[in-house]
């Protein structure tokens, strides 16, 4: 079939490699993708929100299927263009449609959902600029740090934990009462700090049945030991070692299950991906956010090792056909290392050369942010690459990853030497709190 991925970051290079592999894949379109995914397909210049454009573009090169990277377009009802319209509406659509994309898009909505089908979350409650006033008296009823939450899309950047209560009334009113995320802050959720360990699961429905695909550990902290300012994450690993079986089953019979039940139950059609980002505490799963999409960094370091076929899944979700489907995964470990823009995630520059990218072995390179100009590769963002190796046991991916990260290199490059190294602890206390 002929098939239009949506996007251009690390994440859709990533689907990209893994679709380009399938049987099932005829011909690849990414829109508007980069140079790594013109290397999977071909890449074609079209705006991810120029709905009436990709539509033209999927009706003119005869598209079976288009698959939805970002969170955007689907929160903004690229999903709805397609049913709407009758010459669309036989193409396979892996995204929800815009009232299922609100469990990403509303923090508040996703909030309620949760509570209404019992899945657990931290305590929270939801304001406006007109009950500013409740929101510091909720925040003066809390231990510290304090969870500030933007309700709406706010490019990564809508969360922000805040050590004291002083710190958290001025940033509430900069959210609600200045508009520090646009309209994205016009509503804002405050909830109870968990502590303990996260996890990345991830899954593919079909609105009813579900496929549990690997899980992953990401590392969101810029420096070294989890320390400096929140990125869009700079290293992931898979499988996470604490979330052994019984974790595993508490997570899917407490979270997955009644998360895919209640969007039934709710009359929320469904097709597509469903990232649950959690936090173990005291050795129960809790729901941080729900993403209607895969992670990035994860989707970098899952994707290599499913072994089943992604668009053979794909192509069941759509069609109501997940149920008894079981993904095959490799059994060893995959590690991803973020090579990063000096100075990011706060001001970094562009158009720095990149060399050193054909002499790697036994690890992929993924392209978050990288164009081309004259033949050579130049930075173009504050995620460059990512770099993924696969080994038969955690020790050997992250060694693997690391030398081929060694090989790399352009102005300013950045890397955290450390991703997976506290998953070398054993036992690992899945415990903490």
């Given at each position: ?15 990209a490699w ?16 980069n140079p ?5 397909g071909?890449?074609v210049p079209?705006d ?10 999927a ?10 990277g ?30 299922g994309?609100?469990?990403?898009g ?11 089908h019992g899945?657990p ?21 809390l ?12 490019a990564?950047?809508g ?7 002083g ?8 959210m609600?009462?200045?508009s520090?995320?646009?309209?994205a ?23 009813s ?12 902290r ?17 499988p996470?070692?604490?979330a ?7 997570i ?20 597509g991906?469903i ?22 960094p ?32 490799s059994?060893?470990?995959a ?16 158009g ?9 072995a036994d690890?992929?390179l ?5 164009k ?11 995620r460059?690459m ?20 060694r090989?790399?290199d352009?102005?300013?490059?950045y ?16 415990n903490?709190?």
């Open positions: 079939m002929n098939i239009l991925l949506i996007g251009a970051g690390g994440r859709e290079h990533a689907m893994k679709i380009a592999r399938s049987p099932l894949c005829e011909k690849l379109y990414i829109a508007p993708g790594g995914t013109e290397l999977c071909e890449n079209l991810p929100l120029s709905f009436e454009s990709i539509a033209d573009f009706l003119e090169n005869d598209i079976q299927m288009v698959v939805v970002p969170e955007e377009p689907l929160v903004k009802g690229l999903g709805d263009h397609f049913k709407k319209d009758e010459r669309l509406r036989d193409i396979l659509f892996v995204g929800p449609a815009s009232e994309a609100k469990i990403e509303s923090k508040s909505f996703a909030k309620e959902f949760m509570k209404r899945i979350t931290a305590a929270y409650r939801s304001f406006t600029r007109e009950t500013v006033n409740d929101g510091v008296d909720f925040i003066n009823s231990e510290p740090p304090y969870v500030l939450k933007a309700d709406g899309l706010a990564g950047k969360v922000i934990i805040c050590s004291s209560a710190e958290a009334v001025g940033t509430l009113r900069e609600l009462c200045e520090k995320f646009g309209e802050s016009s509503k804002v959720v405050i909830e109870e700090f968990l502590k303990g360990v996260e996890i990345s699961v991830f899954v593919i429905t079909d609105g049945s579900y496929t549990m695909l690997p899980s992953a550990k990401d590392y969101k810029v420096g070294e030991k989890d320390t400096g300012a929140n990125t869009g994450g700079m290293g992931a690993v898979s996470v070692p604490f052994d079986q019984k974790i595993m089953e508490k899917e019979h407490g979270i997955v299950k009644p998360t895919i039940e209640g969007l039934h139950r709710d009359g929320i059609p469904y097709c991906f990232f649950f980002g959690l936090m173990i505490s005291g050795g129960e799963p809790y729901v941080i956010e729900y993403n209607v999409r895969l992670g990035d994860e989707a970098e370091v899952i994707l290599p090792r499913l072994e089943s076929d992604l668009v053979e899944l794909m192509q069941a979700a759509c069609k109501g056909g997940l149920k008894g489907k079981t993904a095959r995964v059994p060893g470990s590690v991803t290392v973020i090579l990063a823009s000096g100075g990011y995630p706060e001001a970094y520059g562009k720095y050369q990149i060399t050193g990218t054909d002499d790697l690890a992929v993924f392209y978050p942010g990288v081309e100009k004259d033949g050579m590769l130049l930075t173009n963002g504050g460059v990512a770099v993924t190796a696969l080994g038969s046991s955690h020790e050997e991916a992250m060694s693997r990853a690391y030398s081929n990260a090989k790399v352009f102005r300013g490059m890397y955290r030497r450390d991703i997976g190294r506290d998953l070398l602890k054993k036992p690992y206390n899945n903490q709190d």
